[in-house]
């Protein structure tokens, strides 16, 4: 019986290795190569195909380069502030959002761009503590082996904006007819402001809660110091 156990733990040691193995390594290549699609895309189109309903997928990967800066630092100015200097797991916001839900108040998220990424490219949507730590792991390789610069271009090219639209490019163009390279600083804050609910806003039909939103997002914009800021990536 004592064998049979030691053989069982030392197989499930082995296929341990070999998944963190694997893991690091698909993180290393998704480094320099393009990212075609992502873990949410594909729960969509299984979604739709139980519903058996029709999902025309629109993605167009653009490197750096080409996605307004406008819309790199109205999503730091949306979702994440401390991002060029937090580690993957923004503590204070934690905090916040911990002492916030012990005060009575709804346990609000405190994802970073970080943890979003991680989460949309390897993994489901939905709550479970499975996801959450598996969540982790991808922020910490993709934070140890990822520039600041890489995490965020892949966060843009790969995030959700309405139904079947993924990516900044897709994106631009389905909801102002223009590449992600020509957004301007409104249309870009409209976009980071119909997050995290792409699905039920508009950013080309705003309502009240987006039109306020994208005019506080403008604003902590130019708080943190316009294009310049993006220098600290």
């Known amino acids: 019986m004592r064998k049979g156990w030691r053989w069982l733990a030392r197989v499930l040691w082995l296929a341990l290795l070999g998944w963190v193995g694997l893991s690091v390594l698909v993180v290393l290549m998704l480094?320099?190569?393009?990212?075609?699609?992502?873990?949410?895309?594909?729960?969509?189109?299984?979604?739709?195909?139980?519903?058996?309903?029709?999902?025309?997928?629109?993605?167009?990967?653009?490197?750096?380069?080409?996605?307004?800066?406008?819309?790199?630092?109205?999503?730091?100015?949306?979702?994440?502030q401390r991002f060029p200097t937090h580690h993957g797991f923004d503590l204070v916001e934690l905090r916040r959002a911990v002492e916030a839900s012990l005060n009575g108040g709804d346990l609000r998220g405190a994802s970073t761009l970080s943890q979003q990424t991680a989460k949309n490219l390897f993994l489901w949507t939905?709550?479970?503590?499975?996801?959450?730590?598996?969540?982790?792991?991808?922020?910490?390789?993709?934070?140890?082996?990822?520039?600041?610069?890489?995490?965020?271009?892949?966060?843009?090219?790969?995030?959700?904006?309405?139904?079947?639209?993924?990516?900044?490019?897709?994106?631009?163009?389905?909801?102002?007819?223009?590449?992600?390279?020509r957004l301007s600083d409104v249309q870009a804050s409209r976009l980071a402001a119909i997050l995290p609910d792409p699905r039920g806003r508009s950013a080309s039909r705003p309502g009240g809660y987006v039109l306020q939103r994208s005019a506080w997002i403008r604003q902590q914009m130019r708080n943190l110091g316009g294009a310049s800021y993006l220098e600290r990536l």
Request: glycine content about 8%.
């Open 126 to 181: 939905g709550r479970s503590w499975v996801r959450k730590g598996l969540e982790a792991w991808f922020t910490l390789l993709i934070e140890t082996l990822w520039p600041k610069q890489r995490i965020l271009e892949v966060y843009l090219n790969i995030a959700e904006w309405d139904t079947g639209v993924f990516g900044l490019e897709a994106a631009s163009r389905h909801y102002f007819g223009v590449p992600a390279a």
């Open 31 to 80: 480094r320099v190569i393009p990212v075609g699609g992502s873990m949410v895309m594909l729960e969509r189109k299984v979604q739709a195909w139980r519903a058996d309903e029709p999902l025309d997928l629109r993605h167009d990967w653009r490197p750096w380069d080409q996605l307004a800066d406008g819309a790199k630092l109205a999503v730091i100015a949306a979702e994440d």
